[in-house]
T-cell receptor
Framework: DSGVTQTPKHLITATGQRVTLRCSPR?????VYWYQQSLDQGLQFLIQ???????AKGNILERFSAQQFPDLHSELNLSSLELGDSALYFC????????????FGPGTRLTVT | AQSVTQLGSHVSVSEGALVLLRCNYS??????LFWYVQYPNQGLQLLLK??????LVKGINGFEAEFKKSETSFHLTKPSAHMSDAAEYFC??????????????FGGGTRLMVKP
């Protein structure tokens, strides 16, 4: 158990819908990262937040957005869903500035039908 | 910018044999390097990391990796494979910068199969 929690574990929804994925980092970790894992794209970095502020952006679609709240949990919002958004979405957390390894949650499997 | 190449999307070894998973990286700044393992239907678990210092790093479950700057490689090895090692392995690179992101860039992964 990494200490990073993600909910829900599975999500099935229809095209055009909007969903929210939730992540709670390890206790003490200020930085949260979101990654997408799909068969065709592999593991791709989406976005990073540090202590409530956006720190870095990767290959994140404009239909996707994220935020980190004062209690440090983070949410990833996916809207106008397409079939191609079906993937495993991981959240990771780390203590930036001391150790650089990231600890991953169990993931949320999103299926868009 | 960073990139990672993992040679061999599938590697098969016999139980008790040497495991060698290859990783080559590209980075414009001194890299931090990681190996993660993913078991079916689970998240990624950190096996080991190289940041600075000793170039041979030891990780969990008997795995180790050696950072070779001249070869831009960070291959993962284990002297004797166990059935429980069957999983997908990912090499990753990051280039942490103060007050900036330290996202991981992953290779395509190598699925390790262990034959009895």
């Amino acid at each position: 158990d990494s200490g990073v929690t993600q909910t829900p574990k599975h999500l099935i929804t229809a095209t055009g819908q909007r969903v929210t994925l939730r992540c709670s980092p390890r206790s003490g970790d200020l930085s949260v990262y979101w990654y997408q894992q799909s068969l065709d794209q592999g593991l791709q970095f989406l976005i990073q937040y540090y202590n409530g502020e956006e720190r870095a952006k990767g290959n994140i679609l404009e239909r996707f957005s994220a935020q980190q709240f004062p209690d440090l949990h983070s949410e990833l919002n996916l809207s106008s869903l397409e079939l191609g958004d079906s993937a495993l979405y991981f959240c990771a957390s780390s203590v930036v500035g001391t150790s650089y390894e990231q600890y991953f949650g169990p993931g949320t499997r999103l299926t868009v039908t | 910018a960073q990139s990672v190449t993992q040679l061999g999307s599938h590697v098969s070894v016999s139980e008790g044999a040497l495991v060698l998973l290859r990783c080559n990286y590209s980075s414009s700044v001194p890299p931090y390097l990681f190996w993660y393992v993913q078991y079916p239907n689970q998240g990624l678990q950190l096996l080991l990391k190289y940041t600075t210092g000793a170039t041979l790093v030891k990780g969990i479950n008997g795995f180790e990796a050696e950072f070779k700057k001249s070869e831009t490689s960070f291959h993962l090895t284990k002297p004797s494979a166990h059935m429980s090692d069957a999983a997908e392995y990912f090499c990753a690179v990051s280039a942490p910068q103060y007050n900036a992101g330290n996202m991981l860039t992953f290779g395509g992964g190598t699925r390790l199969m262990v034959k009895p």
